[in-house]
């Protein structure tokens, strides 16, 4: 790009003999100074930014200059992570574009707008994060999600956490039992599975570095209950069992924004709290080398009652 600043020149022949001209009125120049680009910044933010798989949900992206006037030119990609959302998105006038979208899959996703720039303008981006969440499917005092929960080799898996609403009952707790439903992991002493209560404090492992070394599970529905009359076996099969640590992993946080694991090793560390609200399953694989999955899901009973009240009578006292 080179300075209009300095000394123009204007050199003119003729180059055939025979005939002659003139330039009359002299010549002159026009030039247009290209304009500095400014920067820009783009936000984006969600219409329901905990939203249930098949909702539609909308982002709506707002590219501005930073002396905060509207950039009204160019475009805007929307992608989750590093996968785009459809085409890019003209911006209007008030430096706003959006996109509507239903097919986000259960779990977190951090969806990022970026502006493509224009002339005099330059790019920028900008995220939100957006939590999709299955709907709890419910049967009398049993809530399930039965979406599938995909363990990698190694790390946290796929949705994390997996979630329950529950909603409606009254009382306090008195008992709770957890199903994992389908669970096949090529070493399953990999697997943890953490579960929390509405109150994330309050959790316990349901399994942890059990069913032996180098023993697989193959798609076992595993059923926890205090009352049950043993552990996880080696290797693991289908069946009701006490929740099993054979590990005291209490000290061990769990990846990615999960509770701090307790000491708790019964189900019975949530009795006497309120059932409502978000029950989670925060799973992971702690070693490499294999994966799995819990294809079914999982779902909780509780059931609860409200607390005993003794009344006392009055007792008048002796008049003499």
């Avoid at 995220?127 to 419910?138: F, P």
């Avoid at 709290?273 to 702690?286: A, I, V, Y």
Wanted: charged share 10%; net charge negative; aromatic share 6%.
């Amino acid at each position: 790009m080179a300075s209009a600043n300095g000394t123009w020149r204007l050199y003119i022949v003729d180059d055939t003999t025979g005939d002659a001209g003139e330039i009359s009125g002299g010549w002159s120049l026009t030039i247009t100074p290209e304009t500095a680009a400014v920067a820009t910044t783009t936000t984006v933010v969600s219409s329901d930014t905990t939203s249930f798989t098949g909702d539609l949900v909308t982002f709506t992206a707002t590219v501005r200059t930073t002396g905060d006037a509207p950039v009204g030119s160019g475009t805007v990609q929307f992608a989750d992570g590093t996968t785009n959302l459809g085409v890019p998105v003209e911006v209007d006038a008030s430096g706003q574009a959006s996109l509507t979208i239903g097919t986000l899959s259960e779990g977190a996703h951090v969806i990022r707008a970026t502006y493509s720039g224009a002339t005099g303008f330059l790019t920028s981006s900008g995220t939100v994060n957006q939590r999709v969440d299955n709907r709890t499917v419910v049967t009398d005092t049993t809530f399930c999600n039965t979406g599938v929960i995909s363990l990698p080799d190694v790390g946290q898996a796929s949705p994390y956490p997996s979630n329950i609403f529950v909603s409606g009952l009254t009382g306090q707790i008195t008992k709770v039992t957890a199903t994992l439903r389908g669970v096949t992991h090529q070493a399953s002493l990999d697997l943890d599975a953490l579960l929390a209560g509405p109150t994330p404090t309050t959790n316990l492992f349901l399994l942890s570095d059990a069913g032996g070394n180098n023993n697989a599970v193959n798609n076992a529905t595993l059923t926890f209950d205090d009352a049950a009359t043993g552990s996880v076996p080696n290797p693991i099969t289908s069946g009701t069992f006490r929740p099993t640590n054979i590990d005291d992993e209490s000290n061990d946080a769990m990846p990615g924004g999960a509770p701090t694991p307790t000491n708790a090793t019964t189900l019975a560390t949530f009795n006497g709290g309120s059932p409502n609200g978000t029950w989670s399953l925060w799973t992971r694989d702690d070693a490499s080398g294999d994966s799995g999955t819990i294809a079914g899901g999982w779902c909780l009973t509780i059931t609860s009652q409200a607390p005993t009240v003794t009344v006392l009578s009055a007792v008048p006292s002796d008049s003499t």
